[in-house]
């Protein structure tokens, strides 16, 4: 089983602040890591995602994220936000087995972005 | 990558009713997915839509309340049966298409609003 935590359920930020959303995962196994966006009104797209190799990835409009294997983390970031960046953000796992086709998600972090 | 296509984005229905979602991919994917987001909260696996066999159910979820169907590689629905206000949500689908290196592609969705 596994289990994703953000720990963070609201981030206010200013405009052309940077800002750091907080993953932690649980699981007996080997995972793929994954960040979506979901705008107000909208359904998912997907971020940017871990699945081997370089532990920093990088994502659409100007996200990143580090994968550390030791803290069971997967933080998203981004140096400089915009107000279109308000959104809510989730973070999601899926085993690299014969069943790492399903997502288990973390409860999302709302990022408002303020002028 | 992949285009996905839900209907009806948006609907009321009235308590003891049943709705039929439709999900399409604009190409052939093996596994087909549905979500359920309920208001303010994550997303939350439903099941797994194979094609040629009965879908496979989450704990929590039956099929005689959630009766779904997968003709072909491209289509699949999700009716949601004897609907309550607690339907109210927004149900998505999702697939993982072949060569997508273990990503997970999802719908626009669909709201529904149960009164």
């Known amino acids: 089983a596994q289990s994703v935590t953000q720990l963070d359920s609201q981030v206010p930020v200013f405009e052309e602040a940077p800002v750091e959303l907080r993953c932690n995962y649980s699981?007996?196994?080997?995972?793929?890591l994954f960040w979506y966006v979901q705008y107000p009104n909208q359904g998912l797209q997907l971020l940017l995602k871990?699945?081997?190799?370089?532990?920093l990835v990088k994502g659409i409009n100007g996200f990143e994220a580090e994968f550390n294997k030791s803290q069971t983390s997967f933080h998203l970031r981004k140096p400089s936000v915009h107000i279109s960046d308000t959104a809510e953000y989730f973070c999601?796992?899926?085993?690299?087995?014969?069943?790492?086709?399903?997502?288990?998600f973390g409860g999302g972090t709302r990022v408002l972005v303020k002028p | 990558s992949a285009v996905i296509s839900q209907k009806p984005s948006r609907d009321i229905c009235q308590r003891g009713t049943s709705l039929t979602i439709q999900c399409q991919v604009d190409s052939q994917v093996t596994m087909m997915f549905w979500y359920r987001q309920q208001p303010g909260q994550s997303l939350t696996l439903i099941a797994t839509a194979n094609q040629g066999s009965e879908a496979t159910y989450e704990s929590g979820f039956v099929i005689d309340k959630f009766p779904i169907s997968r003709p072909n590689l491209t289509f699949s629905t999700l009716t949601v049966s004897n609907m309550s206000p607690e339907d109210s949500s927004i149900y998505l689908c999702?697939?993982?298409?072949?060569?997508?290196?273990?990503?997970?592609?999802f719908g626009e969705g669909s709201w529904l609003t149960v009164v």
């Open positions: 999702s697939v993982r298409p072949t060569g997508a290196g273990n990503t997970i592609y």
């Open positions: 999601a796992v899926s085993d690299r087995g014969a069943a790492g086709n399903k997502l288990t």
């Open positions: 871990y699945l081997s190799g370089s532990t």
């Open positions: 699981s007996s196994v080997s995972v793929y």
